[in-house]
């Protein structure tokens, strides 16, 4: 069965860094695209990144000096990296993928499959 699990998250303090792991089962990573989302308390999802075959990745303008997406598909693994971390990031980050190859509609959410979700909290 198709499973995604997000994993290091925690608590940086302004500033900081931090590296998002995706690691995916269940389907051939390589054929297909993967999205990141995230929630904030109190918030509507947003998305964040998305990386697709051909090398095609897209982060969201306001986040593209900031964020970064890359994949292992030897390792079943996408991560995002996370750079001067800012309070206002602080959410819930989820990987997610339509079982398909390209990013199209990504932005929209409508996905199939999700992870549970892991915290990121950004404050001193």
């Known amino acids: 069965q198709v499973q995604l699990v997000e994993s290091g998250g925690g608590q940086v303090q302004p500033g900081g860094s931090l590296r998002l792991s995706c690691t995916t089962s269940g389907f051939p990573l390589a054929s297909y695209a993967v999205g990141w989302f995230r929630q904030a308390p109190g918030k509507e999802r947003e998305g964040v990144s998305c990386i697709g075959t051909f090398l095609f990745t897209h982060v969201q303008d306001y986040l593209k000096d900031r964020f970064t997406v890359s994949r292992d598909n030897a390792k079943n693994t996408v991560y995002l990296q996370m750079n001067s971390l800012e309070p206002e990031d602080t959410g819930v980050y989820y990987c997610?993928?339509?079982?398909?190859?390209?990013?199209?509609?990504?932005?929209?959410?409508?996905?199939?499959?999700w992870g549970q979700g892991t915290q990121v909290t950004v404050s001193s």
């Open positions: 997610a993928t339509a079982l398909r190859p390209g990013c199209s509609g990504y932005a929209k959410g409508d996905l199939s499959s």
